[in-house]
């Protein structure tokens, strides 16, 4: 089976970063994008950044010019750096992989920032 792993997540001041990271294992073949969703507590889950697999990539505006995602392909990684993170981004933060016309996603990691 297809498992993403979610990692990074944690607790932080406002102003301050994390790097998430996403693992994607199994047999997956032809990535078409991987992506990293958010939900808060009361809130639907939205669209943070996806990146394609021809390295175009599409944020949110919330988080343009603030979180940046980058992938590895020889590992099927996915990251998504955060920067000036605030507290409206507390939330947990999913992983999701279009591959082989299928969609996959993590648990969740969650990140917490404080004010």
């Known amino acids: 089976q297809v498992q993403l792993v979610e990692s990074g997540g944690g607790l932080v001041q406002a102003g301050g970063s994390l790097r998430l990271s996403c693992a994607a294992s199994?047999?997956?073949?032809?990535?078409?994008?991987m992506a990293w969703y958010r939900q808060a507590p009361g809130k639907q889950r939205e669209l943070v950044a996806e990146?394609?697999?021809?390295?175009?990539?599409n944020y949110a505006d919330s988080v343009r010019g603030r979180f940046t995602i980058s992938r590895d392909n020889a590992k099927n990684t996915v990251y998504l750096q955060t920067n000036s993170l605030k507290p409206d981004d507390t939330a947990v933060y999913y992983c999701a992989v279009s591959a082989d016309g299928m969609e996959y996603w993590g648990k969740g990691t969650l990140v917490t920032v404080s004010s």
């Open positions: 990146i394609f697999s021809d390295g175009s990539t």
């Open positions: 199994g047999s997956i073949s032809s990535i078409h994008a």
